[in-house]
């Protein structure tokens, strides 16, 4: 960012009463992945003069575009819905997430994979750009 943009990031803060002891207690009652992806919701939306969207919307924004491209059947959508569940209270989506206990008990990253005739990679990259991009 320049300087001139920073400033301005600063100002819009400022203006919506963004203090340094507001921002310090939000931030350590939230993860850093999460701190990130909120910063940079905030300087797309100063940059870009984009509305702010939080995570959830994001989430909820990013999976329904997925759905909308593709043709998922029953089965596959349900474990969308399972892997939007995760993401609305996990920030990061990679194939070492299918190694957490709630993926793992259910077959892990093959099993999720071969659902989706080996796809997999392909739909969480999408999902991740989707999230970043925000709501379309």
Do not use: C, W
Request: hydrophobic fraction near 40%; charge should be neutral; aromatic fraction near 10%.
């Amino acid at each position: 960012m320049t300087r001139a943009q920073l400033k301005e990031l600063k100002l819009l803060l400022d203006k919506e009463n963004f203090t340094i002891s507001s921002l310090n207690e939000a931030t350590s009652n939230v993860k850093n992945e999460q701190i990130v992806a909120e910063i940079i919701a905030y300087v797309r939306q100063a940059v870009l003069k984009t509305p702010v969207y939080n995570h959830e919307e994001r989430v909820k924004a990013a999976f329904k575009k997925l759905i909308s491209e593709e043709k998922f059947n029953k089965m596959q959508l349900d474990l969308l819905e399972k892997i939007k569940t995760y993401m609305l209270h996990e920030s990061i989506l990679n194939a070492e997430t299918f190694d957490t206990p709630v993926f793992k008990m259910e077959g892990g990253f093959s099993r999720f994979d071969k659902k989706f005739a080996g796809n997999l990679n392909d739909i969480i990259e999408r999902i991740n750009t989707y999230i970043f991009e925000g709501v379309a």
